[in-house]
């Protein structure tokens, strides 16, 4: 089923002043009928309803597939972007690059998996503005580097990592395991460059917690041994009375079964993106981001996330002189967006409305007149 970009911007439904997408992101109707539809066929006992529902997990996994431009069995479903990239990081032996600075996950990952088993060795960049460029890991790898770690939008910057790039730099032997959750579904990144994806649907996809899911391709299972796998991740599925090898597909990085709510809110959020193609959703989300840009620099707000639109996806990290002043300005607007360490993070949506866009530019104005 195909739609337009017009038809997908008609899905949001919330209030105005929300602007805190890369937070959390409020469920679209399609995931909040699909649970309804789902606990009621849940609850009558029936097989054939229960098998139903089950079947939400290979649909969601497709969709998934359709997007990343990869294959359904290279795709599992998780708890979350976490787990999923500790399925990666924990299997891997040699040095890791990564940023400390990135969101938590990829480094506790990799520290934990460092003091757990003595096979990784973090090889902490040192990117002068947080901004994983070609340049930093280039300077950055040595001859036991194997892996670099990286998020592919920083949850903090705005910036979106250049896939393409990195894979250059990495050359074709070392893998590339990207944290996608900032970026899955609203940026047509250069999946092919990656081996592994991780994310999860709560933010700009709009499915709730619990739908993670992780891509490993066929570089990605040659190297990382399976260390966390669990019995739904064995060779034959799950087997009694013998412990098999782990799968030789990515069901490997597998612990249990999933969960078939979360599978069913997952694929119907990215049923929505697939229908619009993640390029439309891209390029009007540029243009969201774009105003808020535009308005943050009328008013003189320092702004952290690059301008160009390929460096950037849908967060605008605002650096003012003084952070809590405008997060006050936009808190007494009703306008919802994340004001913490140094800077005012502006996360706008494809549905936000243009109301939204004035608070925003409300509150900047009486911020910048109580400055002036
Ligand atoms: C870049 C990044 N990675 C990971 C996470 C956490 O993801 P999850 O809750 O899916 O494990 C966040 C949460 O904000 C994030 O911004």
């Known amino acids: 089923m195909t739609s337009t970009i017009d038809d997908y911007r008609s899905t949001f439904d919330g209030e105005p002043g929300y602007l805190n997408w890369a937070s959390f992101g409020p469920l679209c109707a399609s995931v909040r009928d699909e649970v309804v539809a789902d606990l009621g066929m849940l609850g009558t006992g029936r097989a054939s309803s229960i098998a139903h529902v089950a079947e939400r997990e290979g649909e969601a996994r497709a969709l998934l597939a359709e997007i990343l431009r990869a294959a359904p069995d290279e795709v599992t479903l998780q708890p979350s972007t976490t787990y999923g990239i500790m399925h990666a990081v924990y299997g891997l032996a040699g040095g890791v690059l990564a940023s400390p600075a990135e969101f938590p996950t990829i480094p506790t990952a990799l520290t934990r998996a460092a003091d757990a088993f003595g096979q990784v060795r973090p090889q902490w960049l040192a990117p002068r503005d947080g901004f994983v460029t070609p340049e930093v890991v280039a300077d950055a790898i040595e001859d036991d580097t194997t892996a670099l770690a990286v998020s592919l939008v920083d949850f903090r910057t705005g910036y979106r990592a ?3 790039a990195l894979r250059d730099v990495i050359g074709p032997d ?30 700009w996809l709009r499915a709730g917690r619990g739908t993670g899911f992780a891509w ?37 990085y597998t612990v249990s079964g999933p969960d078939p709510l979360a599978a069913a809110r997952l694929a119907a959020a990215v049923g929505e993106v697939a229908a619009v193609g993640a390029a439309a959703i891209e390029e009007a989300l540029a243009e969201r981001t774009g105003r808020v840009i535009e308005i943050a620099q009328r008013h003189g707000i320092r702004i952290v996330t690059p301008l160009d639109p390929r460096r950037r996806a849908g967060i605008v990290a605002l650096a003012p002189d003084n952070v809590a002043a405008l997060g006050a300005e936009l808190a007494n607007r009703g306008v919802t967006a994340t004001t913490r360490y140094s800077t005012v993070r502006i996360a706008p949506h494809v549905g936000t409305d243009d109301e939204t866009i004035g608070l925003f530019d409300e509150a900047c104005a009486a911020f910048a007149q109580q400055r002036s």
Not at 225 to 252: C, I, K, N, W, Y
Request: with cysteine; aromatic share 8%; hydrophobic share 50%.
């Open 162 to 164: 250049d896939l393409a």
């Open 174 to 203: 070392r893998l590339l395991i990207v944290d996608a959750v900032q970026g899955f579904g609203m940026v047509d990144a250069d999946w092919e460059a990656a081996d592994v994806v991780c994310g999860n649907g709560y933010k």
């Open 216 to 252: 490993f391709n066929a570089r990605a299972r040659n190297v990382i041994a399976p260390v966390l796998s669990g019995f739904h991740g064995a060779e034959g599925g799950t087997t009694v009375d013998a412990v098999p090898a782990p799968a030789v597909s990515s069901q490997a």
